[in-house]
């Protein structure tokens, strides 16, 4: 996507708040047409108030990822030109201890669905380009967010999987994996947020947002959004697991009510 290009069609999942609301903004200076999809009404049709005055065409879209059957009514209903998921559910919490409800709700929205996403927009070419968000949980495991990391780790496989295949296709469609580092965007508790450093520390969703933009114009398939973050990955390759599970286990424990 070269800078300042106009782009027809935008859709983006997770749309109501944090990142997804960031990007809205900016996008709506871009897109022909911008369709924001999220589980809020309210604070989608918000959204498109206060963003009228762009020069995108706007509109919303309800839809709950762990509503299977609305999910595959949106996706046979998929065009775009550029997809971008921030959608994500997360759940402080022992692994033992989270519900078999809650643990399938979060593997729902966090993997299956944008799996299943992907993969029709693969057979129905109907969208060019389609970016996922990431995060360093993906990349390194999270005591007491244990399946949070391990829906994340899973769908960060699929992605890098299916983006080579397509390569190897010759396939006009490209797959685009961001991953983040803790970012002010409220999936998690207040006191796990504390945990992690609190805002001061976290990466503000409007950072997130430009960063996530620049990769896209930089037509970069693959990134680490945010320097800090870009830093903290060498670093963890430098530290033994075992280091980094102790360290994580250490912060994240006292995030728990």
């Given amino acids: 996507m070269e800078k300042a290009k106009k782009i027809k069609k935008v859709v983006l999942l997770g749309a109501s708040g944090g990142i997804g609301r960031q990007l809205a903004e900016r996008l709506a200076q871009r897109a022909d047409q911008l369709l924001l999809v999220g589980r809020d009404e309210s604070r989608l049709r918000q959204a498109v108030k206060e963003l009228g005055e762009s020069p995108a065409q706007l509109d919303y879209r309800v839809l709950d990822m762990r509503d299977r059957a609305a999910l595959e009514q949106f996706a046979h209903n998929l065009e775009a030109d550029l997809l971008i998921n921030c959608s994500g559910l997360a759940s402080l919490e022992q692994a033992a201890n989270l519900t078999a409800a809650a643990e399938a709700d979060i593997w729902q929205v966090n993997c299956l669905a944008p799996i299943f996403l992907m993969k029709q927009a693969v057979q129905s070419g109907s969208c060019t380009t389609f970016?996922?968000?990431?995060?360093?949980?993906?990349?390194?495991?999270?005591?007491?967010?244990?399946?949070?990391?391990?829906?994340?780790?899973?769908?960060?496989?699929?992605c890098l999987s299916l983006q080579e295949e397509l390569r190897q296709a010759g396939s006009a469609m490209k797959i685009c994996v961001y991953t983040l580092?803790?970012?002010?965007?409220?999936?998690?508790?207040?006191?796990?947020?504390?945990?992690?450093?609190?805002?001061?520390?976290?990466l503000q969703a409007s950072a997130a947002a430009a960063g996530i933009l620049k990769q896209l114009e930089k037509e970069r398939t693959s990134a680490v959004i945010g320097a800090r973050y870009r830093l903290l990955v060498c670093l963890m390759k430098l530290l033994p697991q075992s280091w980094q599970l102790g360290l994580l286990g250490h912060y994240l424990r006292k995030g728990l009510s």
Avoid at 132 to 153: N, R
């Fill in 131 to 158: 970016v996922q968000l990431s995060s360093l949980a993906a990349i390194c495991p999270h005591p007491y967010l244990a399946a949070y990391s391990a829906s994340k780790a899973a769908l960060h496989s699929y």
């Fill in 181 to 202: 580092g803790p970012t002010q965007t409220g999936i998690l508790p207040q006191q796990a947020a504390a945990a992690l450093g609190g805002g001061g520390l976290q």
